[in-house]
């Protein structure tokens, strides 16, 4: 057998590429949409991937399934659990739980797991000419290492409401099934450590049946269902606002893409026209550097490997957008941004091109903690904190008001504009994004502190919790 985790780690999101040496068959379980590495992956191995499946209709990222069936000719094996309102909307051979898909000597068995959604299943893989007892199960959002599939995403990201009571009631119920599987099995999760689709994802590949009994908090209430229930839903992460599209461009009939695009460098007129035709910068530079010089109105989204979550956060699908980034950067960023849907790249400008456009640039004033400190108290100055709900009450700066910076453009009417606003994060990245925010939308008197929390409090500075 031929196994290769492929891990994403700007979402954090795993797929599996999975052969029979003998004949040559593969299968690709819940595929990025830059497919390309899959194919290599078959060429480098000589394989021929004739198959390609999911887990489930997934909300964090667009799958690649389709495009990869596209280019390779392999079937779609596509759950057809959870009823009428979740199926997909195009043709695949339908799942059902205890159904057996054969991969050349290899075999996976569908077990029906729902609770994060509906129609969520798992895969148990038997390497038959090494044993008849499966060695492998493949659960998609529905075990993590240390963690399990939150079920409340589609109330609060696609509005469905209801839902994720139920849905915890599924996620135990599954649980129960999953806990009578062998110890040895091991398990491969489609998250690790930072993604949005639980609350405290291990940051190890892989684990064992075995290890997740012992560990997983989740397997603590075998005999409570009320508080298996009330530890799932409670304190789980803000679901990107994206998500909402990604549900959906995963169930229909969409356009596909099964190159990465290539986009063009600007010159320097072309970005000015642009730019006045009020396309929307995305400046990827560090926020040392943003700092010191930045288009007015243009946004910075700091280019590390949670670029592609803000910029999810942050972006509609309509809109056309301009890149502030290097040339040997600009690959990557629109792989990011494909898997999720953001295909509307206009092209990008490099950081040096920033300051010989002609258009005055703005500056972003930082201050210290001794300068915070001084102002805690004054009633000319709101301090806003943009970190995460869990993370604010956990403890934060006195007199802070807590939004959110993933819905700091939908709450602006929660800054005070006629005084001075302090922004500041955990440690400064998220506290430049929303300076940027800031100063898009007009508010003028911004100052960012961009220092730690850590930093805050070995300073003694108080600190409040909720």
């Known amino acids: 057998m031929f196994f290769q985790h492929v891990y994403d780690k700007s979402l954090a999101q795993g797929s599996y590429f999975i052969g029979c040496q003998a004949t040559g068959e593969s299968i690709v379980i819940d595929a990025q949409r830059d497919i390309d590495v899959y194919l290599k992956l078959a060429k480098e191995n000589n394989m021929r991937i004739t198959h390609i499946a999911e887990t489930h209709i997934h909300a964090d990222f667009l799958a690649g399934s389709r495009e990869l069936a596209f280019v390779t000719g392999a079937e779609l094996y596509l759950t057809d659990e959870g009823g009428e309102d979740w199926k997909y909307e195009f043709p695949h051979t339908g799942l059902r739980d205890k159904d057996v898909i054969k991969v050349g000597n290899l075999s996976l068995a569908v077990m029906h797991t729902p609770g994060h959604t509906p129609e969520s299943i798992s895969f148990l893989l038997t390497d038959h000419p090494a044993s008849d007892e499966p060695t492998m199960v493949f659960t998609g959002d529905f075990v993590f290492v240390g963690d399990i599939g939150r079920p409340d995403l589609l109330e609060k990201a696609a509005g469905m409401k209801g839902s994720q009571q139920k849905g915890a009631e599924q996620m135990y119920h599954s649980i129960q099934k999953f ?44 005999n409570d269902k009320e508080g298996f229930i009330d530890y799932l839903l409670s304190d789980q992460p803000e679901p990107p606002k994206y998500f909402a599209m990604m549900k959906k461009l995963n169930k229909i009939d969409r356009p596909l893409l099964v190159e990465v695009p290539k986009h063009p460098q600007l010159s320097n007129e072309d970005a000015i026209q642009a730019y006045e035709r009020n396309l929307k910068i995305i400046d990827t530079r560090s926020k040392e550097e943003y700092g010191k010089g930045f288009l007015p109105k243009s946004l910075q989204v700091v280019g590390n490997d949670s670029f592609s979550t ?57 201050i210290d903690d001794g300068e915070v400190a001084a102002k805690v108290n004054d009633p000319n100055v709101q301090i806003v904190d943009v970190r995460s709900d869990n993370e604010f009450k956990k403890g934060h700066i006195h007199n802070a008001d807590h939004v959110f910076l993933g819905t700091l453009t939908e709450n602006l009417d929660k800054i005070d504009k006629n005084k001075e606003v302090i922004v500041h994060c955990q440690s400064g990245v998220r506290a430049a994004m929303a300076h940027s925010i800031l100063s898009r939308h007009g508010v003028q008197d911004i100052k960012t502190y961009l220092g730690s929390m850590n930093d805050w409090i070995k300073k003694g500075h108080e600190v409040v919790k909720n």
Not at 323 to 335: A, G, H, M, P, W
Request: charged share 20%; with cysteine; aromatic share 12%.
């Open 179 to 222: 806990a009578q599987l062998p110890d040895h099995i091991q398990v491969w999760p489609g998250h690790g450590a930072g993604s949005a689709c639980g609350k405290a994802l291990g940051a190890v590949p892989s684990s064992t049946v075995g290890y997740e009994k012992l560990s997983n908090w989740a397997f603590k209430y075998e």
């Open 310 to 366: 803000w910029m999810g956060w942050f972006m509609n699908y309509q809109e056309q957008i301009i890149l502030v980034s290097e040339e040997d950067q600009i690959e990557d960023f629109t792989r990011k941004l494909m898997r999720i849907g953001l295909d509307n790249i206009y092209g990008y400008i490099k950081p040096e091109q920033v300051s010989e456009l002609g258009i005055p640039l703005s500056q972003r004033e930082d």
